[in-house]
């Protein structure tokens, strides 16, 4: 880098360190002082002007006439001194003036500035009200306390999400515990024992092993690999992988694509996932014979079917981590109470919606919207 680069550099980041305070001062000095002087080279250019006495002109004393031998260079010499030193008066008495001013408007600023270096994270739930005006500078305050309530707000949400965490991956380890010492009581266990056991363990390793990978994906901050996507396609691939449990409800499937080409730019696996967990949920909920719907108009994704439905307070709660509108039904199910959180946490992410409408006892329809 050459050396006058590197001192503009050092130049920039002396003036960045300097305080508001005297950055205002300084600045406004700097142009009192430019003002200043255009005045005092205007005033002496015009100087001449001024002095409208030649030398020996005649000056009536006393109804009398005398003579005076005016110094004319003198006088002008004289008053370009006291224009100056006026001007550097003005000057210095402007500058302080300024950095008094400036210091009283700032003082709030500081104030404000001393309090946020002073806050205790203990005390998050407590807003900074310093700042008494109605200024830029109560704006700045507004916009801090509002940036406190969206970390409260985080804050509890991760706090609430971390206790149902714990609280879900314990029912698997208690279950698992409970069988194991129902196994020990008895003193010759059979082969169907151990095998009924096996099918416990099994089915509670596949529910922790659900809960951990909603835990990765409600986590993960990976940017998205936006690719072509195929809603089609990949709701074909999840019907495929959900066939055997499509076949033990007896459901009907219905697909009604308008056009079965119809690409969106999203992160393939990310995508199907956030399909995934809702045909599941749909075919999970369905009523055994029932008929599941699957239609895509335009930009959206309709998952319908018929079943027990979600109450009308329950609603806005579904997409909550590890919300069950009837946790026994869930647990009988399989299902953790990430699946629909997790969706709504990838179409969010690819700047999509998710909407539902249900009616207890008759439907549940899901509408992803992906424009």
């Known amino acids: 880098m050459p050396q006058a680069s590197v001192r503009d550099v050092k130049d920039v980041l002396m003036w960045s360190k300097l305080s508001i305070r005297i950055k205002i001062t300084l600045l406004t000095a700097v142009v009192f002082c430019i003002i200043l002087a255009l005045n005092f080279v205007f005033t002496i250019e015009n100087a001449a002007t001024i002095f409208i006495i030649a ?46 001013v400036s210091g009283k408007v700032l003082k709030p600023m500081k104030k404000f500035s001393n309090k946020i270096k002073e806050f205790d994270i203990s005390k998050i739930n407590e807003d900074i009200n310093v700042v008494k005006s109605q200024d830029e500078i109560g704006d700045l305050q507004l916009a801090f306390n509002y940036m406190l309530k969206n970390i409260r707000d985080s804050y509890e949400k991760q706090r609430r999400f971390s206790q149902n965490a714990a609280h879900e991956l314990k029912t698997p380890v208690a279950a698992i515990r409970a069988n194991l010492e129902v196994l020990d009581m008895d003193e010759e266990p059979s082969v169907e024992d151990y095998k009924e056991f096996k099918k416990v363990v099994s089915r509670q390793i596949e529910a922790m092993n659900s809960i951990v990978q909603g835990l990765r994906l409600l986590s993960s901050g990976d940017s998205l690999n936006l690719t072509n996507f195929y809603p089609y396609k990949a709701v074909k691939d999840i019907l495929f992988d959900l066939d055997s449990l499509i076949k033990t409800k007896d459901l009907e499937v219905n697909i009604d694509f308008d056009n ?13 996932q956030a399909i995934f967990n809702v045909i599941h949920n749909a075919i999970r909920y369905s009523k055994d014979g029932g008929l599941v719907e699957i239609v895509l108009k335009k930009d959206v994704l309709g998952i319908k079917n018929y079943g027990v439905g979600i109450a009308e307070d329950s609603i806005n709660k579904i997409f909550e981590p590890f919300y069950c509108v009837d946790k026994s039904r869930s647990k009988k199910l399989g299902g953790s109470g990430l699946g629909l959180a997790i969706t709504k946490e990838i179409l969010n992410a690819h700047g999509f919606d998710i909407s539902v409408n249900s009616k207890e006892e008759e439907f549940t329809e899901f509408r992803i919207c992906f424009n």
């Not at 005016?70 to 003005?90: C, E, H, N, W």
């Not at 079965?260 to 199907?272: G, H, N, P, T």
């Open 55 to 100: 030398d020996e002109a005649p000056v009536p004393i006393n109804e009398q006439t005398m003579s005076l031998n005016f110094d004319f260079d003198y006088a002008q010499q004289a008053f370009r001194l006291s224009t100056f030193y006026i001007m550097v008066f003005f000057s210095i008495a402007g500058t302080f003036l300024i950095w008094w």
């Open 260 to 272: 079965e080409e119809s690409v969106i730019s999203a992160d393939q696996i990310l995508m199907k």
